[in-house]
């Protein structure tokens, strides 16, 4: 494995070349896009469990005396197959955002006490749908979640979710950043706080848990900006009082590119521990991209490859509809060969087959000429993909597959 070259930063044990070819969770990349098709998103069971393992590690680290528990983001992906794999391993529960994720998460196993909602702009038929699963947690979002979650469920314990006026995100991407600056429709900022208490109070609801807004995608160098987000958020907990529980969000991001380094867990979780210890409260993490997007690839067909004036272009069978990502959060999809190219490489533009500009799938990717070859696989392709899939330009087909 070349991981010393620029252009195969990503590769690992378990996503590299071998004998020339690539493989993924043990599989040819080749065979699986014969057999499979395009475009086709293919999850790795294994890496999934060793993401999840890793977390499960370095939070042990952290001495939080209280424990800590994780819950996977379901609107990072939410393939029937990967929910019920998730369930299976016992190293997690569920954090959803709707009525629908709720429902789905239980059709896959999970009962409604392994599920924490954090949801916003909450209608009266959601909260009626949310009020008949007993054991479910609500995290309010506002002043209005709190009153419409007490009408319905007085004398039980909730969350509530802060916006600290300060957010984290990928290299200061700002629309990774949830909370900042800019006033935003998530969570209860501090003018509010005194108010959200009173309203719960007067609803006999409990406030159990301090929700933390921040961001995500960051990687080590934001670690700093975690812990200050953390530090203003515990201003919300000691106002609160007898706080059991806190949940810092989600946010943990993998590399993207080749200058990234991957997240340091053990310097997160030293944060944690810093902040924390001695406090006793029960801390949950909700690492849905962590966990799921470097477990999952996009096999693609190559459609041409042309110059246009002084640019070369390589279109493939798959467009920005049904990954969102890159086109939405400036997240590019590292375009992988499916044969260890030793060729030279030159800077080209992998593009997608729907007629919009947004349609980019990474800017001047070093890639070797692809005469000759039929498919590519783009990486980092397991989170906020299929899962935020359109059908615009009735081009939304796509396939997905879990390997173990």
């Not at 200050?228 to 946010?251: D, P, W």
């Not at 590292?334 to 080209?348: H, K, S």
Request: hydrophobic share 40%; with cysteine; aromatic share 10%.
């Amino acid at each position: 494995m070349k991981r010393d070259d620029p252009a195969s930063w990503w590769q690992r044990d378990d996503l590299c070349y071998r004998d020339g070819h690539l493989v993924f969770a043990g599989r040819s990349v080749q065979t699986l896009a014969d057999q499979f098709g395009t475009p086709a998103f293919v999850y790795s069971a294994a890496r999934i469990r060793a993401n999840l393992e890793r977390l499960h590690e370095a939070l042990s680290t952290a001495s939080l005396a209280g424990g800590f528990s994780l819950y996977y983001a379901m609107k990072a992906n939410r393939f029937a197959p990967l929910l019920t794999f998730l369930r299976q391993t016992g190293l997690c529960g569920i954090d959803a955002c709707s009525p629908a994720e709720v429902e789905h998460a239980v059709s896959c196993g999970f009962s409604p006490a392994d599920i924490s909602l954090t949801a916003t702009s909450l209608s009266q038929r959601d909260m009626d749908q949310l009020a008949r699963y007993d054991g479910l947690f609500m995290d309010c979002d506002s002043l209005h979640a709190i009153r419409s979650w007490g009408t319905r469920k007085p004398g039980t314990r909730i969350g509530l979710r802060v916006n600290p006026g300060m957010g984290i995100g990928r290299a200061a991407n700002d629309k990774l950043q949830y909370a900042g600056a800019a006033t935003t429709k998530f969570g209860i900022y501090e003018e509010q706080f005194a108010e959200a208490l009173a309203i719960a109070k007067a609803h006999d609801l409990r406030v159990a848990k301090i929700h933390f807004h921040t961001g995500c995608g960051y990687l080590t160098p934001q670690l700093e900006q975690l812990e200050r987000i953390i530090g203003q958020c515990l201003r919300f907990v000691e106002a609160a009082g007898e706080v059991e529980r806190v949940n810092i969000g989600g946010g943990l991001g993998v590399p993207h590119l080749a200058a990234d380094q991957p997240l340091d867990l053990h310097r997160w979780a030293e944060v944690l521990r810093r902040q924390f210890a001695g406090r006793g409260l029960h801390v949950e993490i909700e690492p849905g991209d962590y966990i799921v997007k470097d477990a999952g690839i996009l096999l693609v067909e190559k459609t041409y490859v042309e110059q246009k004036k002084e640019a070369w272009f390589v279109g493939v069978d798959a467009g920005f509809n049904i990954a969102p990502e890159p086109a939405h959060y400036n997240l590019p999809f590292q375009p992988v060969p499916l044969r260890d190219p030793d060729a030279p490489r030159m800077p080209v533009h992998v593009v997608g087959n729907i007629n919009e500009a947004l349609d980019v799938w990474y800017e001047n990717a070093l890639l070797p000429d692809l005469t000759g070859h039929t498919h590519l696989a783009l990486i980092n392709a397991g989170a906020y993909s299929s899962a935020m899939a359109s059908h615009h330009c009735l081009r939304g087909h796509f396939k997905e597959f879990l390997l173990f």
